[in-house]
Structure formats: structure tokens, C-alpha cells
């Protein structure tokens, strides 16, 4: 069977291909760096991980439920749809729609993957070179073992979504060297970050959890890199530069609220596709789920300086500008620790398992 029987819907063979424009830049000035820039690099240095080796692959993973997600967080929970539904078909619909959500973090990821390598070539500054550069090998990672998930755990592709492969050209087609940044680290890597945060706290699935807890400790770092790169450059911006940007801000949160929306599984599964987006654009959790989304997004975009008022009406409009009280850097140690603990919790179990040994051994000598 062609790894590509196993999509949902047809892809194509051949290569989706980008034009790039814009300059691949490089500088001279190899003697200073911005400390808290170069600071990152070392962290990014140092907690370069091997997907292989550190996440317990042999964990079960319901089919049925590759997500592990619990079924009050079920978008069509409550529903006449839902309710009507005999088991086989919500059965078949919880599974399309954990492919379909680690479909979209895979492809995310190979756009980070690119965009991070776009922003080694076309950075002017040799600190953001140097951390982009650990980027890339970090989204490598990620495009990895997302891959190995889907294809060992639920054996069935979902295509990019468009709204995400809209902004991923968008970004990768501008000229303006800060915009894949804009693109990639604020917007998509702070909304997948995010996502990724909603799932690994309501998943019910050891391995799921451990997953994403491990990605999420290098897209903090991601995020923060974005934030420090940029902050500083667009508060030298006139005017009508921040508003071009501002644009883009806008028009991209729209891109990304819609990408988790999740049209394709409704229309894969055979559901009345308006029924059920009227019903998972409005229900509780859908409001719910959409404000935790945009935690990491909308405080960075405030704290870089992109802060306009069409930037604030449309956050009002998506009803997540209270989102901007966050605390971005809290909520990322948050994060860091959480992966930290997953650690900790897997060396005591191997010396547990250690000490059991021995002590068996004692034992046997002892007879």
C-alpha cells in the first residue's frame, strides 16, 4: 500500500511548491549578540532530545480514540447529531477526528520545519541564525514522531487544512524578512502550542500526554524566540509598517481559528456538514476550547507592539482579548516544568525497576 491509499481524501504525488522571494542575508558582525538571543541558543543546544528514546512508544493507543480524548470535550457533545448517532458511527467519527487533528500537527510542524530554515537563510542578524538553527532540528524532531503516531496508532492521514496552508504561503511568500517569523512563530507555532496544551491536559492517553508534553517544552521555546526577535524591531516601525503587519495579524488569527474547526472530519464521516459546524461554532466547549487557543497568541502579539485597534476588535470579536492579561512567560515555565516532571516520573519508575531486579537477584542467591 502507497502512504498515500492512507489519506482520507486525495493528495498529490508531486511536491506542493512555495515561490519564495526575498534575500537569503548574510552579516559580517560575528563578535556580538543579543544576551537574553543568545542565552536561548544555549538552551535550545541543550535540551535537543531523540523522539526514539525518550517517549515510551510501546503505550496501547485506543484506535478508536487516538486522541484520548474524553467525550464531554467532544465537539458535537450535546447535539441532536450526536445524540442520534448509533455507537459504530460516533465510534468511526472520534477516530477521523484524532487522525484528522494529528494530521494538521504533522503538517504544521513540516511548515515549521521550513519556515524555521527560511528564517536561518534571511535573518540579518547572526543570534537569530544561530537559534533558528536549533529550531529546524527541533521541528525535524517534531515532524518525526508525529509521523510515527499516525502511522503506528491510528494508520490513517488527514490533507492539510486550508486555512493553514493559506498562511504558511502567505508567510513564506513575503519578502519582508521579519514576516515568517510573524507567521510561523507568533501566530502559528503560538496557536499550535496552545492546541497542543488543550489535548495533553484532557487526554486520557498516557502516551498522547507524554507526547505532547515533550513538543510543547520546545515550542515555548519557539515562541519566546519569536517574541524577543521581533519586539524589538517593530518598535522602530513607522506607523504604516505596524499597520501592514496588524493586517496580517488579523487575518491570520481568523486563518487559524477556523483550522481547528474541523470541517473535513464532518464532511469525511458523511454528518450534515452546516448542522454540525452551526452546532461546534456555538456550543460551550467550542467557546471554551477557542479562548484556551489563543492564550499564547494574544499576549505575545501585545507584548511585541502590534497592539491596534483593529488587532483589539478582532480578538474582541473572537471573543479571546482577555487573553491579553496572560502571562506568556508563566504559562511557558508551565510548560517546560510539566515535560520536566514527565522526567522525573520515568527515572524513578527505571530505578524502581532497577532495585526489583537486584533484590530478585538477592533473592536467588539466597535459595
Keep these: 500500500m502507497s502512504m498515500f491509499d492512507r489519506y482520507t481524501s486525495p493528495v498529490e504525488p508531486e511536491t506542493w511548491d ?68 448509533p455507537q459504530k458511527k460516533r465510534d468511526e467519527f472520534t477516530r477521523h477526528h484524532g487522525s484528522w487533528l494529528f494530521s494538521q500537527f504533522l503538517h504544521g510542524e513540516q511548515g515549521a520545519l521550513t519556515v524555521a530554515a527560511r528564517i536561518v537563510e534571511s535573518a540579518p542578524d547572526l543570534d537569530s541564525k544561530f537559534y533558528a538553527a536549533t529550531q529546524v532540528m527541533d521541528e525535524a524532531r517534531h515532524v518525526e514522531l508525529y509521523n510515527r503516531f499516525i502511522q503506528e496508532k491510528i494508520g490513517m492521514y488527514y490533507p492539510i487544512n486550508p486555512s493553514l496552508a493559506q498562511l504558511l504561503e502567505e508567510a513564506l511568500r513575503d519578502s519582508r524578512w521579519d514576516m515568517p517569523y510573524l507567521g510561523m512563530q507568533v501566530l502559528i507555532e503560538g496557536l499550535a502550542l496552545a492546541g497542543f496544551g488543550v489535548y495533553r491536559d ?53 486563518l487559524m481559528r477556523d483550522r481547528f474547526r474541523g470541517q473535513e472530519v464532518f464532511e469525511t464521516v458523511g454528518l450534515p456538514v452546516d448542522e454540525c459546524m452551526e452546532y461546534a461554532n456555538n456550543s460551550q ?25 483593529r488587532v483589539q476588535r478582532a480578538y474582541e470579536d473572537m471573543g479571546v ?21 514527565y522526567d522525573a516520573a520515568k527515572h524513578e519508575q527505571e530505578l524502581a525497576q532497577r532495585r526489583a531486579e537486584v533484590d530478585a537477584a538477592i533473592a536467588a542467591a539466597e535459595e
Excluded at 53 to 80: H, Q, Y
Aim: contains cysteine.
Design 202 to 254: 484532557m487526554s486520557s492517553n498516557e502516551l498522547v500526554r507524554q507526547l505532547l508534553a515533550y513538543v510543547m517544552q520546545d515550542e515555548a521555546r519557539h515562541v519566546a524566540f519569536g517574541r524577543l526577535a521581533l519586539k524589538e524591531y517593530y518598535a522602530e516601525l513607522s506607523t504604516a509598517e505596524k499597520l501592514e503587519r496588524e493586517e496580517f495579524i488579523v487575518e491570520g488569527c481568523y
Design 321 to 341: 482579548l482577555d487573553a491579553a492579561k496572560a502571562d506568556l512567560g508563566e504559562l511557558m515555565d508551565q510548560d517546560e516544568e510539566i515535560a520536566e516532571r
Design 18 to 85: 512555495v515561490p519564495a522571494t526575498g534575500a537569503a542575508r548574510f552579516t559580517w558582525e560575528y563578535d556580538e549578540g543579543r544576551e537574553r538571543l543568545l542565552s536561548l541558543y544555549q538552551k535550545g543546544k541543550d535540551k535537543q532530545w531523540d523522539s526514539q528514546k525518550r517517549i515510551d512508544w510501546e503505550l496501547e493507543v485506543d484506535p478508536r480514540n487516538p486522541s484520548g480524548r474524553p467525550d464531554r470535550f467532544n465537539p458535537l457533545t450535546g447535539s441532536d447529531i450526536w445524540e442520534k448517532l
Design 285 to 309: 466547549i467550542s467557546k471554551n476550547y477557542q479562548a484556551r487557543l489563543f492564550t499564547r497568541v494574544v499576549p505575545c502579539v501585545r507584548d511585541i507592539g502590534l497592539w491596534g485597534e
